[in-house]
């Protein structure tokens, strides 16, 4: 139905910032609600931030609250993750994914997610 496609991962320093990109697929990301989740090596996957499908509600985990901004300028087909001030704990696999109607109570949690990309890279030296 729609694939989301990631982009914009790197390494970089300690304070630096990046963008990441999360393109739809094979579809479109219109009605869809989508979010951020990382996975560090030896971690679960944990969730990172969420913008709903209208892109008036958004989420963070309070590890990345005021550092990171989601944003839906192409409230369509691409949604971004804006990363100021990265530490090396944000080292991770940063994943892209899409569901339909999830409610803001579980927002969080990965199972709501239907469509996922199969991730990029953010490597982050102290």
């Known amino acids: 139905q729609v694939q989301p496609v990631e982009s914009g991962g790197g390494s970089v320093q300690a304070g630096d910032s990046l963008t990441l990109s999360c393109a739809a697929s094979?579809?479109?990301?219109?009605?869809?609600?989508l979010a951020w989740f990382r996975q560090a090596p030896g971690k679960e996957r944990e969730f990172v931030s969420s913008?709903?499908?209208?892109?008036?509600?958004?989420a963070y985990d309070p590890s990345v609250m005021g550092r990171f901004t989601v944003s839906r300028i192409n409230a369509n087909d691409t949604i971004y993750l804006l990363m100021n001030s990265l530490t090396y704990e944000d080292t991770a696999v940063y994943f892209c994914?899409?569901?339909?109607?999830?409610?803001?109570?579980?927002?969080?949690?990965?199972?709501?997610?239907?469509?996922w990309g199969r991730g990029t890279q953010v490597t982050v030296s102290s």
């Open positions: 913008i709903n499908w209208s892109g008036d509600t958004v």
């Open positions: 094979g579809g479109t990301f219109r009605m869809y609600d």
């Open positions: 994914a899409a569901g339909e109607h999830v409610s803001v109570f579980h927002r969080r949690n990965e199972e709501v997610y239907d469509f």
